[in-house]
């Protein structure tokens, strides 16, 4: 038990820190890390070392090299620095490299040395230069600060949406601050820097003074500051030796901590753990590093030589030239070196096997077992070495033996979970997660074969595991230039197949990405969704072909997405001939055009001699675009010509029989008064009657040639409306009616007037004359005819409208009709 614990420091009563080794490094170094610019990505990030010939007391006799290595020292890229010299260098997020320059030129690497873009600061940072520059990290991205030779910083929050903030001049600041850094608050990047005794905190619109609560007196420099890896605690190291711990909002003070060095520190970072209490920064000098906290006490180290720490989510990194540690507080849901801590004792029954039955009978006793076992399963995952691992499984496996209903999915769990993490530890893997970190960052690093091994051990979903990292392998695959395009496009297709999950048009953009665009459009042709190769295929100013592979979609959407992005693209004749080469996409604009661009339509019938179409085109806008007669009628004979090209007889007489009835509308508006326009022939004629205007419908109806039973039809209706009974019997009187007599029984009867319906019954010839009777209720008359015509279905008629009561005389005298007729 005591081997457990051997390397645990106590800071204070309740919080153990402990330093082990990750690896032992074998990078053959040929500069110091002091003669280098570092930079260590977190989650056991690769590291990257730049030699530094622009600093003042060293000449810049050859190109520096940029070396990135694994976190085990195994080479993962080498490449000679072509550029200008480099102010500081930083990991993304992404564990991309940028590379700040001195002209504030920012320069992003892959992980493997692929150069990926470039980005400037501005034109104040190339005019000013960079003086020092910080990569930090927000909820929003990687960002990037620079000090500028004029004392002026310059921020980005995000390097992907890159968006640049000329920070706020400090008041009063001449040189360079002692030191800086930026804290994010509220989702916003801010910078805080110190001037002599003062700290003044910049957003994007003041500078505000910032007084740190409870600081001992006498500070009159701040010599380093640190931000903890989730932002929210800061420390500070003074002039005095005093080392100041609080809250990132500057409203509470953690603790004070007097270190008797006021030498200033090369690196302060924070060491803290997830869900813990406990809040320690750990202090570099040349050769001393230093755990402090809210205790009196400390913890030393001896640094045998140069080092660099690196701030992790769960502790601290530090590697030299030799050697890579991790440093970090001992979980407290792990073992306690508290006497009788169960877990520490149940870890004791595999360690001496004589007093075994003992250790466990007094766990048992106090009914601590469950615990123990959960202690160790919890402790071995945060061992780094497997034979640590081993002792505390097989611990807690012992112990379960002793329980009835202890559920087996932690332990099995953690099994797994430690079988993954040994194996991306492996020296040549070079990943050193931490069981609190554990993302998924095997394919950042292009290990596939490994992690879909992983994926498989785990049984993860095909989509969430094997897909993502063939998409990933292809991505990758996509980028190696000394391999055709047909090959790789071959490649990546027999690899994929019809992998669910995988999306072509992904990797279609990164090989475009990468300037391989016919690349790219051999891998869309896998792409089975068309929705997905259209829009890829528009950004590489491949149109046409976006266009066809949108018809074939039937998707009509996405064809009118292209047709507008074309017509953006092309100039209008150009656009017009690609239309007229795919029939669908011609009708689909032609219905577009109708709707939102009339003056495209008529170029479009134009320019294919549609006369038809055209003239229908005229028409419309005679309707709709025109408000002046003229307009309209300009309009209409347009249409009429466009008709008589088109060899539409009846088309052209119809559109000039519509301008003379305008024209003729127009007149009867200004002689007559009244609303003429846009009526048709029909109602222009009933107006005029209702008007009292006979001879001048008469004369429009000759002029258009209204047969004369229409003719009757609209006088008829017309005078029964007015009620103009006189005018209307003399009307029937004029001459013979074309339409006969009946109508002017069924109108007369309409507008209930009896009276007069019954001149016009008489009048009715015989084969309607029953029926003109039934309608003025002449029943008995009715019969009287059906009888003499001897007509069945006019008798039949007559009985329907006969009633019991009144008309039972004329019921028998049908009747007996009928029964002469059968012995006829």
Not at 608 to 619: K, M, P, T, V, Y
Not at 774 to 789: R, S
Request: neutral net charge.
């Amino acid at each position: 038990m005591d081997c457990y614990t051997a390397n645990w420091n106590p800071l204070g009563d309740s919080a153990f820190y402990r330093k082990y080794e990750l690896y032992s490094m074998d990078w053959d170094l040929k500069e110091e890390l002091r003669d280098c610019l570092v930079a260590a990505a977190p989650y056991g990030g690769p590291i990257a070392l730049l030699r530094n010939p622009w600093r003042k007391e060293k000449a810049a006799s050859v190109r520096p090299v940029l070396e990135i290595y694994s976190a085990s020292g195994m080479p993962l890229a080498s490449l000679m620095w072509k550029s200008g010299p480099v102010v500081s260098l930083g990991w993304s997020a992404e564990e991309e490299l940028l590379c700040v320059q001195e002209d504030g030129v920012v320069l992003v690497y892959g992980l493997h040395g692929d150069f990926r873009r470039h980005f400037s600061m501005g034109n104040e940072v190339l005019q000013n230069r960079v003086l020092d520059a910080r990569i930090f990290h927000t909820e929003l991205g990687s960002g990037v600060a620079i000090l500028t030779g004029a004392h002026r910083f310059t921020l980005s929050a995000n390097v992907s949406d890159l968006k640049l903030r000329r920070m706020p001049e400090v008041p009063g600041l001449q040189s360079a601050p002692s030191c800086w850094t930026t804290l994010c608050r509220d989702r916003v990047a801010h910078i805080l820097l110190a001037v002599g005794p003062d700290l003044y905190l910049l957003d994007h619109a003041t500078c505000s003074p910032v007084t740190l609560p409870g600081l001992a007196p006498g500070v009159s420099s701040f010599l380093q500051m640190a931000v903890s890896f989730t932002s929210r605690h800061l420390a500070l190291f003074t002039d005095t030796g005093y080392i100041w711990m609080g809250t990132a909002s500057f409203k509470e003070k953690l603790c004070e901590f007097n270190c008797n060095i006021r030498a200033p520190p090369k690196q302060m970072v924070w060491c803290s753990r997830p869900r813990s209490k406990e809040r320690a920064v750990v202090v570099a000098w040349e050769r001393r590093l230093m755990v402090v906290g809210d205790t009196p006490e400390s913890i030393q180290f001896v640094l045998d030589e140069d080092s660099y720490l690196v701030p992790e989510l769960d502790g601290v990194r530090i590697f030299s030239r030799t050697t890579h540690e991790f440093l970090h507080e001992v979980p407290g849901e792990a073992l306690t070196r508290a006497p009788g801590d169960p877990g520490q004792g149940l870890l004791g029954t595999t360690k001496e096997s004589q007093k075994a039955d003992e250790y466990l009978r007094e766990i048992q006793e106090l009914g601590q077992l469950p615990q123990a076992v959960q202690q160790c399963i919890e402790a071995a995952g945060h061992e780094h070495w497997p034979d640590m691992q081993k002792s505390l499984l097989r611990a807690a496996s012992f112990g379960k033996c002793f329980l009835d209903r202890f559920p087996p999915d932690s332990f099995v769990r953690m099994c797994q979970d430690l079988r993954i993490l040994n194996a991306i530890r492996d020296y040549h893997i070079g990943i050193p997660l931490t069981y609190s970190q554990y993302p998924q960052v095997l394919v950042l690093r292009r290990l596939y074969p490994l992690a879909i091994q992983i994926c498989e051990y785990l049984r993860l979903p095909e989509v969430q595991g094997v897909s993502r990292i063939l998409a990933h392998w292809a991505c990758y695959k996509v980028q190696q230039k000394d391999v055709s395009d047909e090959d790789v496009a071959r490649a990546i297709n027999q690899k994929l197949g019809d992998t669910p999950g995988v999306s072509y048009s992904d990797i279609a953009a990164r090989a475009y990405g990468c300037g391989r665009t016919e690349l790219a459009i051999k891998l869309l042709e896998y792409e089975p969704r068309s929705g997905e190769q259209v829009p890829l295929l528009l950004k590489m100013k491949r149109s046409k072909l976006a266009l066809s592979k949108a018809i074939e979609s039937g998707d009509t959407d996405l064809v009118f997405t292209v047709l507008l992005h074309l017509k953006n693209e092309l100039n209008r004749g150009d656009f017009f001939m690609t239309l007229r080469n795919q029939p669908m996409a011609l009708s689909l604009y032609r219905q577009f055009c109708k709707h939102q661009e009339l003056e495209t339509l008529k170029d479009l019938y134009n320019q294919d001699d549609n006369h038809q179409e055209l003239g229908s085109f005229h028409i419309r806008a005679s309707y709709t675009a025109e408000e002046h007669i003229e307009g309209r009628v300009a309009a209409l004979q347009k249409a009429a010509e466009a008709f008589n090209k088109a060899k539409n007889d009846f088309a052209a007489k119809a559109t000039e029989d519509q301008m003379r009835l305008l024209r003729l509308q127009r007149c009867l508006e200004d002689e007559l008064g009244g609303r003429f326009l846009d009526l048709s022939v029909h109602d222009t004629v009933t107006t005029l009657i209702l008007g009292g205007h006979n001879k001048r419908a008469e004369q429009v109806a000759r002029d258009f040639r209204i047969p004369d039973k229409r003719l009757w039809w609209l006088k008829l209706t017309a005078l029964a409306d007015l009620e103009d009974w006189e005018e209307l019997e003399k009307f029937s009187k004029s001459k013979k009616s074309p339409i006969g007599y009946l109508p002017f029984v069924e109108i007369c009867m309409k507008q209930h007037n009896k009276y007069e319906a019954k001149k016009y019954a008489s009048r009715v010839g015989p084969e309607q004359k029953v029926k003109a009777l039934l309608l003025v209720g002449d029943v008995a008359q009715a019969a009287d005819v059906a009888i003499e015509h001897r007509n069945e279905a006019e008798m039949s008629l007559v009985l329907s409208h006969c009633t019991g009561a009144t008309d039972g005389a004329t019921v028998d005298k049908i009747q007996r009709a009928r029964a002469q007729a059968q012995k006829k």
